[in-house]
């Protein structure tokens, strides 16, 4: 089993950038493959991005492409999602997740984060 902790949430305000880490313990981090989601206020969970176990291959909602970065360190067991030209609408929890295959890590990862909040004003 895999615990993950997020940190790094906040208030920004639109423009700005916020950097999430995600630290895991348990199982061996290198083996998974490791994504972000997010859920707003009265809206379901969705997929963020997420980044295989290698670090090699990332994929990226349309919605944040182009804007979020996720990266990993395998070395220290965490895994960064940079924030950079923050909108109100990403406006969120942001959760970790972990899966050790890259359908599951996009769509219905095993193991999750207790989330943390993202609030961007405008």
């Known amino acids: 089993q895999v615990q993950l902790v997020e940190s790094g949430g906040g208030l920004a305000q639109a423009g700005g950038s916020l950097r999430l880490s995600c630290a895991a313990s348990?199982?061996?981090?290198?083996?998974?493959?490791m994504g972000w989601f997010r859920q707003a206020p009265g809206k379901e969970r969705e997929f963020v991005g997420a980044i295989t176990w290698s670090g090699r291959t990332t994929y990226y909602s349309d919605s944040v492409k182009g804007r979020f970065t996720i990266s990993r360190d395998n070395a220290k067991n965490t895994v960064y999602l940079q924030m950079n030209t923050l909108k109100p609408e990403d406006t969120a929890v942001y959760y970790c997740?972990?899966?050790?295959?890259?359908?599951?890590?996009?769509?219905?990862?095993?193991?999750w984060g207790r989330g943390t909040q993202v609030t961007v004003s405008s």
């Open positions: 997740a972990a899966a050790l295959s890259t359908m599951n890590v996009r769509s219905v990862p095993p193991y």
């Open positions: 348990g199982r061996t981090f290198s083996g998974y493959h």
